[in-house]
């Protein structure tokens, strides 16, 4: 594998040129959305320029609008290993997991069971409590173990039942990083006869998915977590979709996709899949290789890079007195976390080091970032939450280290 030039992919980044004062603005805020090459918003530019046209017509851009429509669905198939028909577009994951809660949950009866976990995103979490209510269902917790904020198999095996229809649960924490067991809760699921309904959010920036590689029945994720616009996408095993209920008007093509959908989107989504397979390229897959080939090489190599600058913020960090760190935190384990950092200063609020890291034009994120059930089991709710640092591939050891320098003036006054 090739080394990435992180210095020229940084290029294609127009956001990471803009400064603050006379030092340049670091993105650590990538868990909550991450910033997209030009090519994205020369796509989005160039469909109001040339295509602008709803679906469905028996004219030029019309047809150059379907045509992207349907480039959409095959580059977000190539990106999760599975094929074009299984994948629903949509606004974001939120409002897809959502609408299918609906449907899936049309296939229960009362009494069946769900399994939550306490890890997880509120998007995997609060459709399925709606769905619950609505339906008479039964909600079983499978908790994390809190000293390094991880899901054991075990203790999802002592929750399910012959009566459980579905386990929902993340491919990685967004709040923590941690790496879910994600084959294994599938088997575990499958094995009593329930569906797996997985959160791939947080882990499309930084691994390689592959929906049928874990027998997922169901992977959700979005595009602007992944270097793209406001897109979301869920894959959904064809004999299941095939065999739900479609809440939907009666003209529409599509069973899940429910009215107009965002066009411009969907070209800026085909330009960012684009992206990760320019960067495939430069990571050395082999020339003619496929798109899939491509993507899993780009992964692979980001991942080695993200993993190798998350070691330096992790000694950094656990250098300065103060700062408590949550999550997997024993170097050896790395392999089980995403390179994003949670963390508390001694004696300064939450959201006061966020204030002043921003002050210093470093964007973090701080708060319970929607993983509201796991900042509730920490403790930390009522007081303001966590600090949420995220590395992306873009990121340099020079912002990581200005960060530290930072945080660490921050520490050693105990105030922001």
């Not at 606004?91 to 069971?113: C, K, Q, V, Y």
């Not at 649960?169 to 809760?185: D, K, L, Q, R």
């Not at 979301?232 to 599509?254: C, E, F, H, M, Q």
């Not at 992206?275 to 080695?304: C, F, K, S």
Request: net charge negative.
């Amino acid at each position: 594998m090739t080394t990435l030039d992180i210095d020229a992919l940084r290029s294609r980044f127009p956001a990471l040129t803009r400064m603050h004062g006379e030092q340049p603005f670091i993105y650590f805020d990538g868990p909550g959305g991450t910033q997209v090459p030009r090519t994205v918003i020369d796509a989005v530019t160039r469909y109001y320029e040339t295509s602008n046209a709803n679906h469905g017509g028996t004219f030029a851009t019309s047809e150059i609008s379907d045509a992207i429509v349907d480039e959409a669905h095959a580059a977000i198939a190539d990106l999760l290993g599975v094929t074009p028909a299984e994948i629903v577009l949509g606004p974001n994951m939120t409002t897809l997991t959502f609408h299918l809660s609906r449907s899936i949950a049309a296939a229960f009866g009362p009494g069946d069971e769900i399994v939550l976990t306490g890890l997880d995103h509120a998007a995997n979490v609060d459709p399925w409590i709606s769905m619950a209510k609505d339906r008479d269902l039964v909600i079983r917790w499978w908790e994390p173990r809190l000293d390094d904020c991880t899901l054991h198999i075990d203790d999802l095996r002592s929750v399910l039942s012959p009566k459980t229809r579905l386990v929902a649960a993340g491919w990685a924490s967004n709040a923590v990083g941690t790496i879910n067991p994600v084959a294994e809760i599938a088997a575990a699921a499958h094995a009593v006869g329930a569906w797996a309904y997985i959160d791939a959010v947080h882990a499309a920036p930084h691994l390689a998915i592959d929906a049928r590689a874990v027998d997922a029945d169901f992977v959700a994720c979005s595009v602007y977590k992944f270097f793209g616009p406001h897109v979301g996408a869920v894959y959904g095993r064809a004999s299941i979709l095939d065999s739900l209920t479609a809440y939907k008007v009666r003209p529409a093509g599509s069973r899940f996709e429910t009215g107009t959908g965002n066009f411009e989107g969907f070209a800026g989504t085909i330009a960012a899949v684009g992206y990760l397979e320019d960067v495939g390229t430069m990571a050395g897959a082999a020339p003619g290789a496929t798109r899939r080939a491509r993507l899993v090489a780009a992964m692979a190599a980001i991942r080695t890079t993200e993993m190798a600058l998350y070691h330096r913020l992790h000694d950094g960090l656990a250098a300065i007195d103060g700062v408590r760190l949550f999550g997997i935190t024993d170097p050896a384990r790395f392999g089980q976390r995403t390179p994003t950092a949670a963390l508390t200063v001694a004696g300064v609020a939450s959201h006061d080091v966020a204030v002043a890291l921003g002050r210093e034009g470093i964007a973090v994120w701080d708060g319970d970032f929607y993983a509201t059930g796991l900042i509730e089991r920490l403790g930390f709710a009522d007081s303001g939450g966590i600090v949420r640092i995220g590395l992306t591939h873009y990121n340099t050891a020079a912002e990581v280290d200005r960060l530290l320098e930072v945080l660490g003036r921050i520490a050693t006054r105990g105030e922001a």
